[in-house]
Structures are given as C-alpha cells and as structure tokens.
C-alpha cells in the first residue's frame, strides 16, 4: 500500500514537471523524459512493470546525466547559486546543472521502480 501512495506522488509530480517544461525551449526532450518517468512510476503504483523500457530508460537517463557532469564540475569551480540565477550564455553551467539534478531525481525514481519490480518477482 505504501509502493503504490509513494508511486502515485511520484507519479503526479513527475507529470507535473513534464508540464511545466512545456514553455521551456527544449520543451519536447524535457516533457518526454519527465512524461516518461510518470508513466513508469504510474504503471508501478498498479503492480505494471515494463522492464523493456525501464531497464534502456535508466540506462538513457544515466548517459544523459553523465553527458551533464562536465556543467556540473564548472558550476562547482562557480561561486554562482543555481537559484535565482538567470542562464547566459557565458553561464551555460547553471542550465546544465539544473538538468542534471532534474535526470538524477528522475533516475531515482526510475530506479525505485525498478527496486519494486524486482522485489515483487522475488516475492512470486
């Protein structure tokens, strides 16, 4: 009972991010991939697992966290904060940063639901 309130909220959130991108330039990459997550974690508070797309979903999140790390790095070599902090184009840093940490929270409940899927087949 506790899995499926937790994937519920994660659920609602996770849509909620894919909504707020829709204004965003990268709209499409960034609803997509927070859509992505909200379904996954939707299909998992009603015991629907779909490894086929969970396990290259995390492996896709993962890479494009990685390909991130490098604007993380500059940003820490900053003394810029990556609230209230406009991105230039001589700051690309604080954008990349901030998607970073928006893949790695999505990661995470990626790998939640994973965590589930494979607790349940064990539990069978």
Do not use: C
């Not at 990685?66 to 406009?86: H, K, M, Q, R």
């Amino acid at each position: 009972m506790l899995y499926k309130v937790i994937n519920i909220l994660l659920t609602l959130l996770f849509a909620l991010f894919a909504y707020f991108q829709l204004n965003d330039p990268d709209a499409f990459t960034w609803a997509f991939l927070y859509g992505f997550v909200a379904v996954m974690t939707g299909m998992a508070a009603f015991n629907r697992y779909n490894l086929a797309f969970l396990i290259p979903g995390i492996a896709i999140f993962t890479l494009y966290f990685f390909y991130l790390t490098p604007g993380i790095l500059d940003w820490i070599a900053s003394d810029d904060n990556l609230v209230g902090v406009e991105m230039t184009d001589d700051k690309p840093y604080i954008e990349n940063t901030r998607e970073a940490f928006g893949l790695l929270m999505a990661l995470v409940a990626l790998l939640f639901v994973l965590a589930q899927q494979m607790w349940s087949h064990k539990l069978k």
